[in-house]
């Protein structure tokens, strides 16, 4: 359970020297209770205060790393009930299924098209992350055979469905146990035998919260840590119930059996409309079964929606960049820090055949429309991220385009920009290319 | 296994709206849906947007499902969308009538939304554009002239004293809209009601981006108003629409012509649906959609989630 500022206050040396960067022993209980301080910023703690803190500060749903490879993806590790009230902090796997029956050509044309869905969007690869192999030949040597075609071809986590304690024995062997998940294991007390000394996660599935929580109950008394929760569900309302119930336990009731990640296989029918619950509340992975690259994408983009932080737009440095490469007679395009905006202006910059200047102007990542009502990309602050930016230097010019969204700046800029020819823009990024085209010869 | 269900129980409740004989909205006390914490009260309603002339920049694929001839003509297209597509309400959104545009006469205006009052019996709602000035006469014309109770939109923090005296004048319902925020809405709220407009006629419209587009802050904005409701806010419990359709069908990523991406008509769909699903888990009861196809999905998605029998 998470401590107040002052009994985390109690903990601490009470010497004030300031080495943590805040006046007062106070002042950084208050921060490690905002949980925008860590502990060790002070070098006199003690380590008793160390661990109870660190205690404190374990999130209430229990982190689960795997390796993707070179990368490391988590789960777990959520502390809120509603984003706004910090973030979610690691994003729903999305997992694609596919059945070990096919043939071999067939099998290898799904496992192409699992491969093909790549994105990018906001200047982030969105992907599925996962493959649920699912044992329906019930043929040992087949299954290891897809396994291993899975594991050479692709960088995935691979969940293993529906295996018997025989499959799972070798499958363990050969594929990194860092890349697996057991998910509807056959036979679950033989199975947990076989990987009682590995740190292999394993989804414990039941009917309902009463029957999953007992289940984990048991399996955490034998020492088992990696446990992810997985509830059938009979329709979107049941699935919405539990997975609020299982937040609701272990965020705000302290109940240690309810703090695993939860995972969540799709119901055929509305696919799409199970796995945005997922995402939305609470599931840490989601499995579907059918998947077209349309839903898929647009699922990719609501995912990123939601787990940003809704306190930090993201956003990119100001200062100049290069779209493609621009000389000095190359047009410059003024525009904001938001990383949408850049990566939409960016983006139809390249689709024009002009390369160009670009200023970034720090906006505190917002938007241009947004920007401009806070005033924070007025003619002042964008003439002066211009004068300050050294573009000078680079271009044979004194011509900038700005956002036709802000045409109003204009005056205001050629006050602060005398020398300087102001041009405004389209509104639309998608309208750049035909405007440079006419514009600049 | 022993443990409580840790079911939440809230003082606040959302304003029930009835619309129509046939159309309720609001009166939930709990989370959108949440039928194990308390009473679900309505589904959320799904509108339709048409418009008083030619949607020229709509995408191909959506004039093509709606017919171009439909499209030209107002009532046609309000008939279509609730006996065909199964609009629960009419969402008229009179973009000719922006000064820049085919600057529509307020009389015109009005006329236009009578014909549609007339030939549906769906609850209507009426939005004109344009600024301001051009704003409230037409706002004025038609909450005067409305052969039937209308929803008229929308109140800004700029710009509500004309169209609350009139909504409140000829008895219609508001909507009130500020750019995803919370304290704004309230202040707008606050505003409105000062000026004898009753709590009770207010619908809210935090106002959305699309899915990739400032979705997420609508998302959570709602999630906050709908808090401050269920801890029994007084000017934060009208219900929530969200304008989906305009934000869906402008965006880049749903005219992308690329393979990796899908066919275009249905990621279009999926864009519109998946972002009226979003905001209805966070509290929208109204969602106002243009694709024919969104108002099935969206709509079964409601039947699901709604399928618990409140206990
Ligand atoms: C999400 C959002 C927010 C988010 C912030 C998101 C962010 N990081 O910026 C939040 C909720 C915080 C917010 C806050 C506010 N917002 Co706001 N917000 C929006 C919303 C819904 C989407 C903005 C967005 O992300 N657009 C997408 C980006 C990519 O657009 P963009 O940067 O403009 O870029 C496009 C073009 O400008 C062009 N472009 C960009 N650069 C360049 C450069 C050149 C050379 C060219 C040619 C083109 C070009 O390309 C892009 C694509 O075409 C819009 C309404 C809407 N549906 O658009 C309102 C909107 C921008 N907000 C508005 C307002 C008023 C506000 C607030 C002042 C409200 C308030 N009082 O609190 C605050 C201001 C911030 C503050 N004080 O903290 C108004 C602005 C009104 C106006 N005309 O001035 C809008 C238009 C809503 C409205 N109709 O009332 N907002
Ligand atoms: S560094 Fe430690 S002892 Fe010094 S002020 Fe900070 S908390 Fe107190």
Redesign the interface.
Known sequence: MALTGLEIFKLLPNKNCGECDVPTCLAFAMKLAGKIAEPQACPYISDEAMEILGAAQTPPIKKITFKNGEKEISIGAETVM???EKTFVNQTLIALEIADNLNDDEFENELKRIE??K?E?VGELLEPECISLKNESDDKNNYLQKLEIISSKTEKIIILSDCNPEIIKEAIQLVDSKRIILNRVRNLEETLNIISDTQIPIVLNAKN???L??KV?KYEAQNFKNIILSIDFN????L??NN??LR??SI??G?K?AGYPILTECAKE?E??SA??GI??YSSIIILKEF????????L??R???F?D?QKPLQIDAGIYQVGEPDESSPLIVTTNFS?TYF?VSGEIENSISPAWLCIVDAEGM?VLTAWSANKFSGEIVGNAILNSGIEGKINHKKVIIPGYVAIISGELEDKLPEWEILVGPQEA?EIPKYLKEIWK | MEFEKPVEQWKGKVQEIKLSDKIKIGGEQVFPNYSFDGKCSNKPAVAIEINDVFPENWPESLKEVWGNDTLKYPVDRAKKAVEKYGADIIFFDMIGTHQDRENISSEKAAENMNNILKAVDSPVIVRPDGNFEKQNKVFTKCCELAERQIIIGSAHEDNYRTISASALAGNHFLIAEAPIDVNIQKQLNILITQMNFPIERIIMDPMTGGLGYGFEYTYSVMERIRLQTFMDDPFMNPPLICCVGQETWKIKEIKIEDKKYGSKADRGINWETTTAIGLILSGANIVVVRHPKSVIKIRNFIDSLCSTSVK
């Not at chain 1, 329709?235 to 049941?238: F, S």
């Not at chain 1, 077209?292 to 699922?299: D, I, K, Q, R, V």
């Open positions: 509603f984003r706004h093909s869905y994105y969007r919260i009463e029957e929580l007992e109950e329709n979107l309302n049941e919405l119930g609020v119930f609701r336990l705000k009731k109940f059996s509305d799409l409309h945005i619950i939305c509340i077209s690259s349309s839903s898929l994408f647009t699922l983009t609501f990123q929606n939601i940003t809704p949408l939409i938007s998608a």
